[in-house]
């Protein structure tokens, strides 16, 4: 029999045209018609009358809200549904997230989220094996990656470019095995993937939702209308359409769509008649056999085949839906709600951690209610129409204001922790208060106090040193450090680019303090900032401004450290010098903001399609912002700048730090004048002139692996490519570079949040930074990607990159230490200071760290954090906690930083553990436990065998405190800790 897999299912939008609480209390409806409570009130009584049927559930944000609202009976029922198997969690996560923009640890921090929730109130029959990411725009290996070592047995997604699935339909493709981390995890990284044959949608003339319009069936021969011949012939035609793309005798068909089965009773009276009728046709020689099911459900028939598989290790990005609509834009809509997403998940781990270091538990559940606040607030937001940028404009608003109220909320954990950590005896510590405007150099607290205290906190295991830049209206100032010694510190004045910021208007910051502070492994350092009329006490320096152009036997016109040389000379054609000075390589370099003007349109069809928040369509070349750039110097002691005004829309500044490896470069956009009725595209361009690279350049997926990408090509078909530039676009979570193997040169640049990118030609690189539009892209937001800011101007957005030029053997020592150091950057908090720096350092710990020796330079904790949301199996005073251990290299990539690396756990100084448990990546599962699914597949290149992969061995040696880790590894443990430690 030809086995056709029904699967009801609804796809509910963790936001996007209307809030999270729109959608779920269903308001709005003007905007869109949809109510998840309805959905959920609606399906679970039709599976209670009929244990026949079946539904898949998918984002637990809306679940868990449904839940918290029902009555214990209903809730039995429940627990009764997903213990058969009729009610079935798929992907599991907070929400569906994007996978162009998400950063991996928020990824796999939002999983857990859902996973977590889903073990505590269903237990183990509700644990997800099947990742369902049906409407994200485009796919990441690394997603693959994460969800075979959830555990899971498969993936099923709905859009792929559609070059690239007609290719799959004619080859029979569609379905494959996907090697997530083929270099360095092998097996444990391989997914069994299927592409949706109708996207995520039913198959045309089947939609039985009460919204759609198509015919229901209608059975009664004492009516005129009667259709049931008819309808289906027209399903039996689909079905075999369908199958004969397909390898198996099984095939799946997705009854439902967004927002659907608030009347589930229409869905299902219309499935079981279809069911009936096709059925009967058994009698008359049909070999078609409908049934309601699920996707694992499906994925074990498929499994018990034991088929051999194709298989990739490609990725499925840029996704194109059409000729010249590529959907890379998103990779950089709502730059600053991308930063701000960013910022809030490194502040995450940071009271996440502190939370366990200072033992916050005694408190109760004070800490664990405040952080879920956060963790929910940022599950949502890597929702796949939300930290994509894909949002309407009061529903990015939403997302920007659950994010601050959750880094209050989290505020309120790392205070409590620093009232525990930093006095000595009885002294109550100071409140600590944090600001996160300074990247705009603006902090009330600093600017109107004459003293304070500064404790910066660091959530890393290696000792850190950077530089920290604090808004002042004072000066000079003497700076000290935790041990009592003066720091030399540098003034810093504020710039008028920076003062015109609408959103620093309350601001009277003149300067920033700029001084190097360093902070021991996963602990804290504190320093003492006093304004002082005494010049001899005086540690602070004023910078020297020298503008450009000038004589140029004032001063040479370059900037410059142990490290870099930049050099000036030629900067008005918007060409710099740049040397790598230890490593003598020195090349020309264009860098500048340049634009393209946005394509418009009425999207009619693709030589049509307007740029919108989906979708990245330049017309004609980039465009310079002027000929003559306007620059000045900033010159002292521990920074160099060089400041570069390209316009009213657009800034940048050139920095080296005093002994920092790389080249700072801030650039800030906007507001984007779209008085010429042109909507603008930025760009940041670093472009060599000098390195001859090809059309092979390199991009990250997610912040772990890096991917090779060719201009214009993709391995599994012939690409015809319509749009020069979207088309070559892929999204940069964290890093992009480009290599000349001749000279031995490699160029990459760092960024502090997800932006496109490409390199267009040999030689060069550019990124995606801003982008104001004028035209609705016809993908559903309904309106323009057109942000303004607080004085309803154009908004404007500030980030930093980071510039490397070095060999290519040595390049990925520090863009693997750096992006790390980037993403789990320091937290800064400010107290009152009410006596001299030498009293406070007798009342409180100035220096602390939770380690008794630095972890190994190539080893992460990607998680530390108190869990009782396991199963209550022991006495919830018995303190435990989820702790994650990661080998951040590839391998091959360093001679000594790509080999094994061990962890001795008893060099935790607050706590100490007593057992351990290692469970799968998502924390829901013992990894002795898992079975999953094998698949066989033919490799997809000539030079490798089944036989080569080889399972990672995971076991915990026979000491319980030592952990090993292989490259790109990730290891999860539940660790029960001593009580009385």
């Not at 036997?553 to 790598?580: H, K, Q, R, W």
Request: charged share 20%; with cysteine.
């Amino acid at each position: 029999m030809l086995n056709v897999h029904l699967v009801p299912h609804t796809h509910d939008d963790v936001g996007w045209l209307k809030t999270v609480d729109q959608y779920f209390y269903g308001s709005r409806n003007d905007i869109q018609h949809a109510g998840v409570q309805y959905i959920l009130d609606s399906v679970i009584p039709e599976l209670l009358r009929d244990p026949i049927k079946r539904f898949i559930y998918v984002e637990i944000a809306f679940f868990a809200r449904w839940w918290r609202e029902q009555d214990a009976a209903m809730k039995e029922n429940v627990k009764q549904l997903v213990n058969e198997g009729r009610l079935e969690f798929v992907l599991g996560g907070w929400c569906m997230n994007d996978e162009a923009s998400t950063h991996y640890n928020a990824m796999i921090d939002q999983h857990t989220l859902g996973f977590s929730f889903l073990q505590e109130e269903f237990g183990a029959c509700a644990r997800p094996r099947v990742g369902w990411q049906i409407d994200p725009f485009g796919h990441s290996r690394e997603q693959a990656s994460m969800f075979a070592q959830f555990g899971f047995d498969g993936l099923f997604f709905g859009r792929l470019d559609y070059q690239d699935k007609d290719t799959r339909v004619k080859q029979n493709n569609m379905e494959f095995v996907w090697r997530g981390s083929p270099k360095n995890l092998g097996k444990t990284s391989e997914l069994f993937t299927g592409v949706l044959y109708n996207h995520y949608v039913p198959p045309p003339g089947f939609c039985f939702d009460e919204l759609c319009n198509d015919e229901p069936i209608m059975d009664d021969e004492r009516m005129h209308d009667v259709n049931i011949q008819s309808r289906v012939q027209d399903f039996i035609k689909i079905v075999k359409d369908q199958a004969q793309h397909f390898h198996s005798n099984n095939i799946m068909m997705t009854m439902g769509s967004d927002f659907q089965y608030s009347n589930a009773h229409t869905w299902y009276k219309n499935l079981d008649k279809l069911i009936k009728y096709v059925n009967q046709q058994q009698s008359n020689g049909s070999d078609i056999n409908v049934l309601y099911s699920t996707p694992s459900c499906y994925l074990y028939n498929l499994n018990h085949l034991n088929q051999v598989w194709n298989s990739t290790k490609d990725d499925f990005f840029p996704y194109a839906s059409r000729e010249n609509t590529f959907w890379s834009g998103y990779f950089s809509s709502r730059a600053a709600l991308k930063g701000y997403a960013r910022k809030s998940n490194n502040f995450l781990q940071v009271c996440k951690q502190l939370d366990v270091l200072a033992d916050l538990r005694r408190e109760g559940n004070f800490a664990l209610e405040n952080l879920r606040v956060f963790k929910e607030a940022l599950g949502v937001v890597q929702h796949h129409d939300a930290i994509s940028g894909t949002e309407k404009q009061h529903v990015a608003n939403d997302y920007a204001q659950r994010l601050a109220v959750g880094a209050e909320r989290c505020q309120l954990v790392t205070n409590a922790a620093f009232e525990k950590l930093l006095p000595k005896g009885s002294d109550k510590a100071p409140q600590q208060v944090y600001c996160p405007l300074t990247n705009i150099s603006y902090c009330d607290f600093t600017e109107h106090q004459k003293q304070f205290m500064m404790t910066v906190y660091n959530p890393l295991g290696h000792i850190i040193t950077d530089f920290v830049r604090i808004p002042v209206s004072g000066g000079p100032y003497r700076v000290v450090d935790p041990k009592g010694l003066n720091v030399t510190a540098q003034l810093v004045q504020v710039t008028n680019e920076t003062k015109r910021i609408p959103e620093r208007k309350k601001s009277i910051a003149t300067n920033e303090l700029v001084f190097m502070v360093e902070i021991p492994p996963l602990g804290y350092s504190t320093y003492f900032i006093v304004e002082t009329n005494n010049m001899d006490e005086a540690t602070s320096q004023s910078s020297k401004i020298v503008s450009l152009p000038r004589d140029q036997s004032e001063l040479p016109l370059y900037i410059d450290n142990d490290e870099y040389l930049v050099n000036l000379d030629n900067i008005n054609a918007n060409t710099l010098g740049l040397s790598n000075k230890r490593k003598n390589i020195s090349i020309p370099l264009n860098q500048a903001i340049w634009w393209y003007e946005a394509f418009g349109g009425n999207c009619s069809k693709g030589e049509f399609q307007a740029s919108g928040a989906y979708a990245l369509r330049t017309k004609g070349e980039r465009h310079r912002l002027q000929d003559d750039t306007s620059v000045y110097l900033t010159m002292g002691e521990l920074v160099q700048e060089a400041h570069m005004n390209f316009g009213p829309e657009a800034t940048q500044v050139i920095r080296l730090y005093k002994d920092m490896p790389f080249v700072e470069v801030e650039w800030t956009v906007g507001p984007i004048n779209i008085k010429d009725k042109l909507g603008k595209e930025y760009i940041t361009l670093y472009d060599t002139q000098s390195m001859t690279t090809g059309d092979l350049f390199y991009t990250d997926a997610n912040g772990r692996e890096i991917l090779e990408r060719q201009r214009d090509h993709r391995n599994t078909w012939n690409f015809n490519n319509t749009e020069h530039v979207a088309g070559n676009y892929y999204p940069v979570n964290s890093r992009i570079f480009i290599q000349d193997k001749t000279q031995n040169q490699q160029l990459t640049v760092l960024t502090d949040r997800s932006e496109g990118g490409s390199s267009l030609e040999s030689g060069s690189l550019e990124l995606l930074v801003h982008r104001r539009l004028l035209y609705d892209d016809h993908f559903g937001v309904g309106e323009p990607l057109n942000e303004t800011g607080a004085d309803g101007q154009g908004l404007i957005v500030r980030g930093k990159h980071l510039m490397i030029l070095d060999t290519i053997k040595d390049s990925p020592a520090l863009h693997r230490s750096l992006a790390l150091k980037s993403y789990m950057a320091p937290s800064i908090s400010f107290s009152e200071l009410t006596m001299t720096p030498e009293q406070a350092m007798s009342k409180y710990n100035t220096q602390w760290s939770a380690l008794k020796k630095p972890l190994p330079a190539n080893v992460h904790m990607l998680t530390l954090e108190q869990w009782t949301d396991t199963p209550k199996i022991q006495p919830i005073e018995i303190p435990q906690i989820l702790i994650r251990f990661e080998h951040i290299y590839e391998k091959d990539e360093d001679t000594v930083l790509s080999q094994s690396a061990v962890v001795d756990l008893t060099d935790f100084t607050t706590f100490k553990i007593v057992t351990m448990v290692e469970l799968t990546l998502g924390a829901n599962l013992p990894l002795a436990e898992l079975n999953r699914l094998p698949w066989a597949y033919i490799p997809d290149t000539k030079e490798e065998s089944l036989t080569k992969e080889k399972l990672l061995n995971t076991a915990i040696p026979r000491s319980q405190s030592i952990i090993s880790l292989q490259p790109m590894q990730i290891r999860t443990f539940i660790a029960t800790l001593d009580k009385m430690h």
